[in-house]
């Protein structure tokens, strides 16, 4: 049987495009978006090994559940090993993206309060409970369009396309006090409750390529955990 690769090139992009409209669909159930997209985004197209979620498209259907769909983007978002890579990788084509079309770019950084003590007091369990629910809370916050990634066990980064500095306020200190109502429940101990701290840079002002804004959204959330945590820092005011 003839296989035609244009075919199957436009199948795979219409399957592409309903699993982003459904996840879209999946997080607009709760209305916690602060703040729209700000307009039309200008057209362009996201390679599908750089695209937001790593789930295969190839496979994706009208018959993956809604359970499915976030049991998946939670796999990708808490998956240390590729995350990273991937995220950064995405950055970097953020920001070419942002500078070609002069469009606004912001970055943020959550890092988890003290991870590495629940660790150790708690359980291996706990720890991963944290993360999990950590995850949970960053994809029921962000926009479709926003870009989250893991960056090392404790903290996890979102890329917000078109977004200035207000913008970036508004989901960073949004992100913080959800975070705030978080908390785990341990078999036979106490309830963990959690906070994070939240770094944030944007382009251009904080760094116009990739290698100086990520450094300091990273410097922005240093300073906010050497602080003590549960706190908001911007790179342009620390």
Not at 46 to 51: L, N
Not at 179 to 207: C, H, K, N, R
Request: aromatic fraction near 8%.
């Amino acid at each position: 049987m003839y296989n035609d690769p244009k075919k199957n090139q436009f199948q795979n992009k219409a399957k592409e495009a309903l699993f982003h409209q459904r996840l879209a669909d999946l997080r607009s159930k709760n209305a916690q978006f602060p703040w729209s997209a700000g307009g039309e985004l200008p057209e362009f197209e996201i390679p599908k090994e750089e695209s937001k979620l790593l789930a295969n498209r190839e496979v994706e259907g009208p018959g993956v559940t809604e359970a499915e769909l976030e049991r998946r983007a939670l796999l990708d978002l808490t998956s240390l090993s590729s995350s990273f890579n991937q995220f950064y990788k995405r950055l970097n084509y953020e920001i070419q993206r942002a500078r070609r079309y002069k469009r606004p770019l912001s970055i943020i950084l959550v890092g988890i309060d003290d991870l590495e003590r629940i660790g150790m007091k708690s359980s291996t369990e706990s720890k991963n409970a944290v993360v999990e629910g950590v995850a949970k809370m960053l994809l029921g916050s962000i926009r479709d369009v926003d870009v989250p990634g893991r960056c090392r066990e404790d903290c996890f980064g979102v890329i917000l396309p078109e977004t200035p500095v207000s913008g970036a306020e508004v989901a960073a200190e949004r992100i913080r006090t959800k975070m705030e109502q978080f908390a785990v429940q341990q078999q036979w101990q106490a309830t963990l409750v959690i906070t994070v701290s939240v770094g944030a840079a944007s382009y251009p002002d904080d760094g116009d390529v990739v290698e100086e804004l990520f450094a300091s959204c990273v410097e922005a959330l240093m300073v906010t955990m050497q602080r003590g945590g549960n706190a908001v820092n911007f790179a342009g005011r620390l």
